[in-house]
């Protein structure tokens, strides 16, 4: 069990009762999380920003249904995940011409302060490099590999987010890896 978990149900289920200022508990612990896990997903800020917020006005629309049978992050990311998809399926059908972050990429922040100028460069350098490879894998690939690995959830909380299997899960993250993998020995990493 993920810690605050029962926390966060216990704030769900209050705000099921009608405490609304239980979202924003809600939101102030699962704001950032949901923000990458989707920036990952649809690649640029202001969409990513646009779906966050989606996410948890989805969140409080359906407090009146929840039931805590799952993880709460389950029931969350489950809600993210289907408004990327939804999002990808929209912009399939209405190509435009993407808008960048504002720094113009997904930021990883340097765990080691104490690096020289020539190794926090390089850090960068791969950074941006795997990020990108993340960023052309396959939808699915993608979504189970940041929730598996990311996220740090099961296997079976990424199937119940994302409608399959167990083993779907495994292999989608083990085909993401591999991909990945060979990415990062094609380009010297």
């Not at 990513?48 to 805590?68: C, G, H, N, W």
């Not at 504002?102 to 340097?110: F, L, P, V």
């Not at 083993?167 to 083990?174: D, F, L, S, T």
Request: hydrophobic share 40%; net charge negative; glycine share 4%.
């Amino acid at each position: 069990m993920e810690p605050g978990q029962d926390t966060d149900i216990a704030l769900m289920l209050r705000l099921a009762g009608g405490e609304d200022l239980a979202l924003n508990e809600l939101i102030s612990r699962w704001r950032s999380r949901v923000a990458s896990f989707l920036l990952r997903m649809v690649g640029d800020h202001a969409t990513a920003m646009d779906l966050t917020q989606e996410t948890f006005v989805r969140l409080y629309s359906s407090r009146k249904t929840y039931k805590p049978t799952a993880a709460f992050s389950t029931y969350l990311f489950h809600i993210a995940a289907n408004l990327a998809r939804s999002q990808a399926r929209w912009r399939k059908r209405h190509p435009t011409v993407p808008m960048e972050s504002e720094s113009g990429e997904i930021r990883i922040e340097a765990v080691d302060s104490h690096l020289s100028p020539d190794e926090s460069a390089d850090l960068h350098e791969r950074s941006a490099f795997v990020n990108q490879a993340i960023a052309t894998l396959p939808e699915d690939q993608r979504e189970a590999l940041l929730l598996f690995t990311v996220e740090g959830m099961s296997q079976a909380e990424v199937a119940t987010v994302l409608g399959c299997s167990s083993k779907a899960v495994e292999v989608r993250v083990y085909r993401a890896r591999q991909t990945l993998r060979e990415a990062l020995a094609k380009a010297g990493y």
